[in-house]
Structure formats: structure tokens, C-alpha cells
């Protein structure tokens, strides 16, 4: 037997239990991986507050990190004591989690195994936002919410060393200087956002805004953009947008919606290979920081969730084991 949080019903931080449960075994073309840290995300809480359809009872968690313990029949890529990571485990809020082949990523040997937790979904986000939805050149001007995320101080810095002139939203201080640090050129507070947005830009407005608050800077990011900008909503951390009129999106100049989802971008291992290198690897050298923000005992994943949705959380935030 061993340990893993289980959800036996749709609620807050409360349903999340510390349980004994039945050690996984890997079926073919899985890993059986012995966690050392997962990751939390705001996906998590969708699917445990019912947002997201998930069957109960449920254990959360699709990214971690740690060595492979067991192999199932035809995997041929890994073997026993390999390190991966992933940001498409299964039930990864445990002591061990079943990956499937081709969704593992190989860490690197100067890698740690608590940042290579940290970086698999936030870390691919941040890639696919900057090089498949909107590619970013040197010179644009793109307007970032939530700086001080575990996304958006991974994004801020990839920006930065793009050529990107980056403006970015926070809500304290704390977070302003955190995103000053990562690169940002301009950190602003939400209220009154997107004019300010206009006069940094001497009125063209943001080439793109990455928006993953959702419904309370929504209208504002479509009144930033500048004609023919892009407005990619990739998150809904203070609830989901309303209905959209696409109207709105011609009187604001013939601008772009998108609605992302990193499932989409990571179609085959090439795609999962190819993302998770380059930010592996950026990590590794140090040209990426990684801020992880918060560790917290398995047992006390109830405790990360308040923490993360209260907004009380920079950078990353793990469960450990």
C-alpha cells in the first residue's frame, strides 16, 4: 500500500483526503514513477470544484517529477532508475503515478528533480504561447497578466530573450518586484490596466495579451490590443469569460481570440521532445530561472489549493511526498 490524495466528491480545498490506497501498476506502454514532486495548477481545481467533468472518487495532479520504478510490457524508451518528468501523468497527487511513454520526459542529468517538477506544464505553456499560438518577434509589444505566476515568470523572461518589450499585470508589491526581476520593462496593477497599456504604447496598443485571469480582465485586454492584436486566453483563474459578441472583435480592430490549451500542442513525443528541451535546457544553464514559490507535505495538498486560488501563492507551487 501507499499514499495519494483522493477527492471523493466535486467541493473546495476540504474534499481533497490523505489516503491509503493501492499501489498503480504500469500497463502497457506505462511507467510506474516514484514521485518526488508534483506539480499544482489551476487545472487541478477546476477538476476538483467540478469546473472540469472528472469521474470520483479522483486524485489531481498531471505533472511531476522522479525515477522510473517499473516499466509495462512494450515500453522500450526507459528503463528502472531513469529520471523523467511529465505534464500529462496520471494521478500524480501520490507516492507513485503511472506516466505513459510517450508522454515522459527525459531530465536532465544537471537538472534537479524539484525543478524539473516545476516546469513541465507551465514550462511547455509558456513555449507554445510564445512559438505556435502567437509568434513573438523582437519588437512586438505584448501585454502579460499575472506576472508573478508560475507561467508568467517563465514567460516574462522567454519574452525578454526574444526581444519582446513586455508589460505585465500584478496585484502587490511583492509580486511587482518579482516581476521586475524576471525582465518585465513595465509592471502595472490591474485597475485601470489597459489604458495604461495604450500610453506605453503611445496608443497602438499590445501586439497580443496572454491572458490566463479570464473573466475579471477580459474586457480590458480586448480594449488594449491594437489593430489586428491578439487576445489568447489560456486560463480562467478568476472564472470563465461570458459570452462573446464577434462584433466586439471587429469595432476593436479586426482582432484575434484564441482559446489554447497545452493538450493541443503537444500532439506526438517530436512535439513533447521538442518543448521540453528547450525549456530543460534554458533551465539547466540558468538562463531560465524557476521560482518555485511554495512547498507543501503531500498530506497538505488542501492547504496548496486554498493558498493558490487565494492568490497567495509567486512562481511554483509542489507537493512533496
Not at 151 to 169: D, P
Not at 206 to 225: M, N, P
Not at 258 to 272: G, M
Amino acid at each position: 500500500m501507499t499514499h495519494a490524495i483522493v477527492a471523493r466528491q466535486a467541493g473546495g480545498p476540504e474534499v481533497l483526503a490523505y489516503e491509503e490506497v493501492e499501489r498503480p501498476v504500469p500497463g502497457p506502454g506505462q511507467l510506474l514513477v516514484k514521485v518526488t514532486a508534483a506539480g499544482v495548477n489551476f487545472i487541478d481545481t477546476y477538476k476538483r470544484g467540478g469546473t472540469y467533468k472528472v469521474p470520483f472518487p479522483f486524485t489531481p495532479g498531471s505533472e511531476a517529477a522522479g525515477t522510473v520504478e517499473a516499466v509495462g510490457e512494450g515500453v522500450t524508451g526507459f528503463t528502472p532508475g531513469d529520471r523523467v518528468a511529465t505534464a500529462e501523468g496520471f494521478n500524480c497527487y501520490a507516492d507513485y503515478a503511472l506516466v505513459a511513454e510517450q508522454a515522459a520526459l527525459p531530465v536532465p542529468a544537471n537538472l534537479d528533480d524539484f525543478t524539473a517538477a516545476a516546469l513541465p506544464l507551465q514550462g511547455m505553456t509558456a513555449h507554445f504561447l510564445m512559438n505556435s499560438t502567437f509568434r513573438v518577434e523582437p519588437g512586438h509589444k505584448v501585454l502579460l497578466h499575472a506576472g508573478a505566476g508560475g507561467v508568467g515568470l517563465l514567460l516574462i523572461q522567454l519574452l525578454k530573450a526574444r526581444g519582446a518589450e513586455v508589460i505585465t499585470t500584478v496585484s502587490t508589491g511583492e509580486k511587482e518586484e518579482l516581476a521586475f526581476d524576471a525582465g518585465a520593462d513595465h509592471v502595472l496593477q490591474y485597475e485601470g490596466f489597459a489604458g495604461r497599456v495604450r500610453e506605453i504604447t503611445g496608443g497602438t496598443g499590445a501586439d497580443v495579451v496572454y491572458d490566463g485571469v479570464g473573466k475579471d480582465t477580459f474586457d480590458g485586454s480586448l480594449e488594449a490590443l491594437g489593430m489586428r492584436g491578439m487576445l489568447v486566453l489560456f486560463g480562467a483563474a478568476s472564472g470563465p469569460v461570458p459570452p462573446v459578441d464577434p462584433q466586439r472583435l471587429n469595432s476593436g480592430g479586426s482582432l484575434f481570440l484564441t482559446r489554447p490549451t497545452i493538450a493541443h500542442h503537444l500532439r506526438d513525443a517530436a512535439e513533447r521532445r521538442w518543448r521540453s528541451r528547450e525549456v530543460f535546457a534554458a533551465a539547466a544553464d540558468g538562463s531560465l530561472k524557476v521560482r518555485i514559490g511554495a512547498r507543501y507535505p503531500l498530506a497538505q495538498a488542501a492547504q496548496s489549493h486554498r493558498d493558490l486560488e487565494g492568490r497567495r501563492t509567486t512562481g511554483k507551487v509542489l507537493l512533496v511526498p
